[in-house]
């Protein structure tokens, strides 16, 4: 597996990940911090179909992101 | 601090002083509003928090002989000023100090909802823990340990489940135990890394003695750190000159502690719930992901919702239609006959003012009350359940075209039962822009009163083509609000896009007392509205055309109509089409009861005739599609005016639905007339 830094929207459906940065905004990044979105967080790609939204389940909770919010943020795919 | 009274929070109101004072925070999702229902009732006030549309509620409720004043605040995923709900969350706890701070959490999604309670902790409130959802997390496989929980936290935890009103009197007991001092609790307050602890320590020493009250210093610091926008502004203002620049550089430097502290707080939450909670096992799948597999599916998602708006409708329309002709008939009427009868010696403008003024034009409104309270019910029960932010997602690609995300849908699918609410619930978008492009989009989704018009005048004219000239009809306002939409995103915000981030809540057994107080209070919105402005409007045009002869077909009104003919006469109409359009203003579908007036009171089924004999079909498509898109009615401008806190919009919504109805009816009755049904 690869430990290089990917966006969350080209993870596959079922893949899981380690948060590394993010690209966005600082008032995007906040909610995303409050939201379990941190620096480290798993996450876990819920349901990836490679147009519009995804879910993705971070620190338990299921959180839908657009397409453009989830390219700006770069994790590290975990081989499972 | 003249920056801070934009957001100071007035005291709680006059019948609840002395009472101690109860707050509820909580993060969206997590039953916070169905506790607030079940321990309030209908004794329960719902406003606006002061300068800000943003729902303040209210509420008495008793324990033990003893009443308390119990305050819903907004639900926010944490403390930090992103929103206006979070400044408000926080500066009531801090200016008005609750006695106790009962933080709703969810045990479904423990890790997420503790990030608050992590933020509460901060601002040292008395915390008691209302560890909601228990049901729900065991649908999900996951278990959790209040016990433990409690231990870790230091403060009470009470399990919970809202919706089946279990746990409420423990909770009620441990909140009684606070107020008495009877349950101490210490709280372990979250801590930041070591490494930072020395910046966060510099801060304070900058700021502490500057600090306005009753903020506490550490506090401040630590937002301060974060780099949180209001707090910032406000110590602008109190820091001598040296103390500023001397805090611009230590955060400057670092400028991305927010994710410092975040992380940080998950860090202690990880570490307080290691104990209590029990994951499910691996591959273990929980209902909501097995239903989301289809409601969130972008294909088989969009069928589905497509199936349940059909659902809706067909089940507003066969339930309440009925109601609706009963009311009309076992109720307006003879109410309208009886007053009429009280009043046989008063003067004939008297009777005509109350009879046909106040009570046709009030009584025609109130029976939609049937209508809406069905569609409300349907629509507060899917978002009970969790769907709804299934719907917004499987939209979110539709409304992307327009510059807006699957948040918007919500309040848009309100707006086929009343723009009204739907304007009002377009306080769910957070981005401002998209919120205004929402409100002013909302008045192309066709409502009930203006399908009534349609309802009625498409079988005169079109026979049995009148359900699909409904149909088209429905279709060209959709794709107009589509079009409309991307037109207004480029010219008024260049095109810009908010950010779409939305929590997917479980679904869960849905609590009639909830959609029952949701479906109530919208309702009384409603009749109240009925009772005041469509009342007022309702006599105002009565007056209108009865004066000053007590004639129509010589009042004010109809001279207004004959003068303004000409304008009219582009869209094919006479100047009585264009009075009935006029009075459609106070509620749209008085175009119906105004052309039965004008046509000398014929019954309905006379009326029909009357309408077929004056009017060419092309005329009255013209005057159809008029209707769909004309001014939005006035309830609807005065809902526009109180959510964007400007008569601005609401004036340019007024003239862009005047321009496009205006210049849609020239089209229409031009096309017609060339296809030969002039």
Redesign the interface.
């Known amino acids: 597996m690869s430990h290089q830094s990917v966006s969350i929207s080209s993870l596959k459906t079922g893949e899981q990940a380690i948060v590394l940065s993010f690209g966005c905004g600082r008032m995007v990044q906040n909610r995303l911090a409050s939201l379990g979105f941190t620096p480290g967080a798993e996450v876990n790609v819920t349901q990836n179909y490679r147009f519009g939204p995804l879910i993705v389940t971070v620190r338990g909770a299921r959180v839908a992101l657009g397409r453009g919010e989830a390219a700006q943020i770069f994790v590290q795919r975990r081989s499972a | 601090m003249s920056e801070c009274h934009e957001i100071a929070v007035v005291p709680v109101a006059q019948i609840s002083a002395g009472l101690p004072l109860i707050a509820l925070a909580g993060q969206p999702n997590m039953g916070k509003s169905t506790l607030f229902n079940l321990l309030t009732g209908l004794n329960q006030h719902v406003g606006n928090w002061t300068g800000k549309t943003v729902e303040r509620r209210e509420g008495i409720f008793r324990y033990n002989g003893r009443e308390f004043c119990l305050v819903d605040l907004p639900g926010t ?2 403390l ?1 000023a ?1 929103s206006p709900e979070e400044v408000i969350a926080r500066e009531f706890i801090v200016r008005e100090r609750p006695q106790v701070v009962i933080a709703v959490v969810s045990a ?5 909802s503790l ?1 608050l309670v992590a933020e509460l902790l901060s601002l040292s409130a008395p915390v008691v823990i209302a560890l909601n959802m228990m049901d729900v997390a065991m649908q999900e496989g ?1 278990r959790v340990e209040p016990e433990v929980l409690a231990a870790a936290l230091g403060v009470p935890v009470v399990p919970m489940m809202a919706s089946k009103a279990i746990g409420v009197r423990d909770l009620l007991r441990v909140v009684e135990g606070v107020l008495e001092g009877k349950v101490v609790s210490q709280p372990r307050v979250p801590e930041i890394r070591a490494d930072h602890r020395q910046i966060l320590q510099q801060i304070e020493t900058l700021t502490a003695e500057y600090v306005p009250a009753p903020y506490p210093p550490d506090w401040v610091a630590l937002k301060l750190f974060e ?1 949180d926008p209001e707090v910032a502004k406000m110590m602008e203002n109190v820091l001598p000159a040296q103390n500023r620049a001397a805090l611009a550089t230590i955060l400057r430097e670092h400028d991305d502690a ?2 410092v502290v ?2 940080g707080r ?1 860090e202690w939450i990880g570490r307080m719930v290691r104990a209590a909670v029990t ?1 499910p096992k691996i591959g273990q799948i929980g209902l ?2 097995r239903l ?1 597999r289809w409601a ?3 294909v088989w998602g969009l069928f589905i919702l497509a199936a349940m708006l059909g659902l809706v409708f067909w089940v507003t329309f066969t339930l309440a239609a009925p109601v609706q002709d009963w009311m009309d008939a076992q109720l307006i009427v003879p109410f309208a006959e009886w007053v009429g009868s009280l009043l046989q010696n008063a003067p004939l403008w008297v009777q005509g003012m109350v009879v046909d003024g106040a009570i046709g034009g009030v009584g025609s409104v109130l029976t939609f009350l049937p209508i809406l309270v069905v569609f409300f019910a349907a629509f507060a029960l899917l978002e009970d359940v969790g769907y709804m ?1 299934r719907a ?2 499987v939209m ?2 539709l409304m ?1 075209l327009m510059g807006l ?2 948040k918007s849908f919500l309040p848009l699918f309100l707006g086929f039962g009343c723009n009204v609410p739907a304007i009002m619930g377009t306080r769910v978008i957070d981005s401002w822009p998209a919120r205004l492009l929402t409100i002013l989009i909302a008045p192309l989704v066709p409502c009930t009163a203006r399908m009534v018009v349609v309802a009625f005048m498409a079988p005169v004219f079109f026979g049995a083509h009148a359900l699909w000239v409904s149909w088209g009809l429905v279709l060209m306002t959709l794709v107009t609000l589509v079009l409309g939409g991307m037109l207004l995103n480029q010219v008024l915000f260049k095109g810009q ?1 908010s ?8 679904y869960h057994i849905p609590n009639a007392r909830t959609i029952g107080l949701l479906v109530w209070q919208r309702s009384i919105a409603f009749v109240k509205k009925a009772g005041t402005a469509i009342l007022a409007m309702s006599l105002l045009v009565w007056v209108l055309s009865y004066l000053p002869e007590g004639d129509l077909n010589t009042s004010f009104l109809a001279r207004f109509g004959q003068f303004i003919e000409p304008v009219g006469r582009w869209m094919g109409f006479d100047w009585r089409l264009t009075v009935a359009l006029i009075t459609s203003f106070p509620a749209k579908e008085n175009a119906v009861a105004t052309l039965g007036v004008l046509f000398g009171n014929a019954p309905e089924a006379g009326l029909a005739e009357a309408l077929a004999a004056s009017f060419s079909t092309a005329s009255a498509l013209s005057f159809l599609v008029v209707t769909m898109f004309f001014i939005p009615c006035m309830a609807t401008v005065a809902v526009i005016r109180q959510e964007t806190s400007s008569w601005r919009w609401a004036g340019l919504s007024v003239l862009l639905y005047l321009v496009l109805s205006m210049a849609a009816g020239v089209v229409t009755y031009h096309l017609a007339v060339w296809f030969g049904w002039g």
């Open positions: 995923y944490s930090t992103n479904a999604h423990l890790e997420r990030y996951i780099g927010f994710l975040a992380s998950y994951q909501t992901e989301d969130a599916h972008p932010a917004a997602y979110d690609n992307h995300h699957g896009r950010a779409f981030i939305m929590e997917m809540p479980l």
